[in-house]
């Protein structure tokens, strides 16, 4: 989305807005209670009693309001072209109306759904052409709205654009195949029925202090998950600590996450408090816990229960103040059965499920979302803003099965990006893996009777590897997997998504 100039003076924007940019860029709230902040803000600096911010649904050809002070009604739709809000998105010109009553263009339905009393309304467009909606601040608390209050309002309509423009709603408003609007949580992209499901988990399970566990396979975004439940949660101004536990040798476990007084073993020069005393008022994210040994698992089930715990070489007991959410790509029903994971801390982490689809199963529809609104933000990261897939690369990418899931997909297009010369991304500039199609015998094999999925992944481990000339470490890159989960995979001896 093009940056917007502010009218010619216009006010700067409020200092909130800074605040509000950098919620946006790492928050994964809710996108209503996100939109409702911008109204808030907008309604106060203009002085009015209430604020609606109005989205274009070109799919319906309608405007839908999504945030704004309306208790009385989940949602109003005006056709474009209706009341004062829907004549500003078909002219895209700013209307200042003093007495809204005596106004043809004002729609008398939506006080009579609410019973509020409209009096006075300033609407003014967001974003340039084609704009993406509307917002419009309702009854001036002292007397009406000013040619000063448009010119702010208009400021601040830049500043709400841009905003909306670095959300996950940007790519939906200004997509070149409309399709309705769909809304979840900022910075996260899902369509698919899988996804919705997703972001109902994450709302029933925000508000609570219930543990969650997240799971899917590896690189499909179980973190941000994470992070949303935590978010939209009581403790969102705490801590959000990440600890990946198949990353640390089982000697170091117990001190990593509990801490440890100094001269408790040999390099111990120091008190450590440990990633739960660091998650303190916070959430603890504890990612792969099915790789956790059997001995800290005890630990674990015990912190779990009592909510105390003790750093190692310390006999004093420590509160636990945390939010627990824990994340695996394993099937740990299988890894009971074989005991190699605790039932009875299996039942205490899994009070909330939610399970995050593989990329190859949310549908076109949510790929196609995911490459535009990936390739904005890799473009922003690297200095390339505007960057274009060509429709023979944005094909391609549609058309891979990616076994690295969303990793993978960000991945490729940051290499794209970066190998590109120009502004157009081509299949050449995609990873070897994308820009070769599957050999004969390739496809033969995936195209034969349903063969053991180890037989299979370990065959399509080995047709990337081969497309990258044998490089193990491209090839784990791209798949999203580590070099070890790779070799096991070609040996056949791992079951299930990495």
Partial sequence: MPEPKAPRGAPPPAANWAALEQVVRERRLDLDALLRRVVDEAAATVGAERATLYLHDQAQGELVSRAGHLPELSEIRLRVGEGIAGEVARTGRLLRVPSASDDRRFAARVDAATGYT??????????????????????????TFSAEDERTLQGLAVEVARLIGLTSLGGQLRTPRPRPLRFGFNQMVGEAPAMQEVFARIAQAAPTEASVLVRGESGVGKELVARAVHD?????????????????PESLLES?????????????????????????????FLDEVGELPLPMQSRLLRLLQERRYHPVGDSRPREADVRFIFATHQPLEALVE???FRQDLYYRLRVIEITVPPLRERGEADLDHLVTWLLDRLGERHRRPGRQLSPAARARLLAWRWPGNVRELEHALEAALVLAPGPMLEVEHLPGPLQARP??????????????????EAAYVAWALDQVGGNKSEA???????????????????EGGA
């Fill in 439 to 456: 050999s004969a015998a390739s496809a033969a094999h995936f195209a034969s009777p349903l063969r053991p999925l180890a037989e299979v």
């Fill in 256 to 284: 990593e996450l509990f801490g440890h007084r100094k001269g408790a073993f040999t390099g111990a020069v120091r008190d450590a408090p440990g990633r739960v005393s660091e998650a303190s008022g916070g959430t603890l």
């Fill in 338 to 340: 074989e005991r190699r």
């Fill in 476 to 494: 784990a890159r791209l798949l999203g997997i580590g070099r070890n989960t790779l070799q096991r995979k070609l040996d056949g001896g791992e």
């Fill in 232 to 248: 939209n949660s009581a403790r969102a101004a705490g801590p959000f600590v990440v600890v990946d536990l198949s990353a640390l």
């Fill in 118 to 143: 409209t009096r006075c309304v300033l609407a003014v467009p967001l974003g340039p052409p084609p704009h993406i909606g509307v917002l419009q601040a309702i009854n001036k608390r002292s007397g």
